[in-house]
Structures are given as structure tokens and as C-alpha cells.
């Protein structure tokens, strides 16, 4: 089975541009995680969805930062305007319920690059 | 608050040796699981292990061993014989309601 997929992998752009990542879940999977590596803050939940809806959304930095999924196997997550301390890995994972009972696994990441 | 303490930031041993990767954990939540993940330098997140809280026995896999320990709030990972391709970031992470709560992580370097 094909795990979660994300692109672009790397994404370089200028401070003002719209950037959008992209995430395909394992087929399946009905719980949806955004997340953001940085090396001063470390991995932080930004939003999560539960049958394309999302729950939560309180880690979502700012309003500049959206996120959507459509259906059961796309999810977006933009931000417009990009500025320099978005720069980060963003992650997307996925798993078969929450993380009470369920891991969650990870796509490979997009190292996102704000110049 | 739930809280997840990886006190080693970064640990060095030579190939072959045992290592012991130390996380202890916080959580007012009566059912809960602990897991770990391994980050390679190849960036992505590899899940390890997830474990009950209800459940204390020790897991083994391989050269991966498991010690949880409810009345100290622990949940180490042992590495036995250790191999250069066990260099990598190692995160002991805490369910909390619909999350899962990561530790700063563990750098391991495996030395040949």
C-alpha cells in the first residue's frame, strides 16, 4: 500500500507568494494531522480532520494559514501570504482514528523555503 | 498539562553498544498511549511503537526494546547492538484527547 503522499517536496518562494502543500492519505485512514517541524519549536499540530471535517484548528498559526480537504483523499494547506518564519517541514499524516487509539503515520514531509 | 520530557538532546555511542533512549512523561489522563517515532536524516517520521497505558509488559523487536513504567512515568527505548543505521532523531510522543503530544526528540549518533 502506498503510504501518505505529499508534494511538492521542496518548495522554495518569495516572501508575499501563496504557497500551497499538498497531501494524499492512506486509503482508509479517516483522521487527517497537519503538522510543522521547526528546530525551535519541534513538531506542532497545526490542524487535524475527521471525515474531511476539520476539529481543530487552534494550532493554525495565523490567518494567513488555511487548510481543506475535499474528500477523503486530498487535503491542502496554504498560506498566503508567505513571510520568512514560515519557513519549516510540514508534514501531513494520517491514521485510522485519533491518537487515542490509533498511530499516525507520516508522509515525507515538505521543506518549505520563504526567502 | 500533559508533557512529554526527553531529557537527552543528542547522545554518541560506537556501534555495537547498547543505548538508552529516556522519556518520561506527564498526563492526568486515566487511559492513554505512549509511542515512538524515528526521524532518519532522510527527514521522514517512521512510527516505532505504540503502547496502552493499561499495558506495562516490556515489548522487544529485534534489537528495539520497550520499558514502560507507569509509577514513574517512563517509557524508555533501548537499542541493543547498535548500528550505524540507527542514527536518527528518535521522539517519544503522548496521546491526549484526539492528539498526539511529541517530545523534543532524542539526536542519536551511532559511531562506526
Known amino acids: 500500500d502506498a503510504g501518505v503522499i505529499q508534494s511538492p517536496r521542496h518548495e522554495v518562494t518569495e516572501m508575499g507568494q501563496e504557497v500551497t502543500l499538498r497531501c494524499k492519505p492512506i486509503s482508509g485512514h479517516d483522521y487527517l494531522f497537519w503538522y510543522r517541524q521547526t528546530m525551535m519549536r519541534g513538531l506542532e499540530l497545526l490542524i487535524y480532520f475527521n471525515n474531511n471535517v476539520p476539529i481543530d484548528d487552534s494550532g493554525m498559526p495565523e490567518d494567513r494559514f488555511s487548510a481543506k480537504m475535499p474528500n477523503a483523499s486530498f487535503s491542502t494547506l496554504k498560506i498566503q501570504p508567505s513571510e520568512p518564519r514560515d519557513s519549516a517541514v510540514y508534514f501531513c499524516a494520517s491514521s485510522l482514528g485519533t491518537g487515542k487509539n490509533y498511530e499516525q503515520y507520516f508522509g515525507p514531509g515538505t521543506r518549505l523555503t520563504v526567502t | 498539562a500533559q508533557k512529554v520530557t526527553q531529557a537527552q538532546t543528542e547522545i554518541s555511542v560506537v556501534e555495537k553498544e547498547d543505548v538508552t533512549l529516556d522519556c518520561v512523561y506527564e498526563t492526568r489522563d486515566t487511559t492513554y498511549y505512549l509511542f515512538w517515532y524515528k526521524q532518519p536524516p532522510s527527514g521522514e517520521l517512521v512510527f516505532l511503537i505504540r503502547?496502552?497505558?493499561?499495558?506495562?509488559q516490556n515489548e522487544i523487536s529485534g534489537r528495539y526494546s520497550w520499558n514502560f513504567q507507569k509509577s514513574t512515568s517512563s517509557f524508555n527505548f533501548t537499542i541493543t547492538a547498535s548500528q550505524v543505521v540507527d542514527s536518527a532523531v528518535y521522539f517519544c510522543a503522548l496521546s491526549h484527547r484526539d492528539k498526539i503530544i511529541f517530545g523534543k526528540g532524542t539526536r542519536l549518533h551511532i559511531l562506526p
Open positions: 503502547r496502552n497505558s493499561f499495558d506495562e
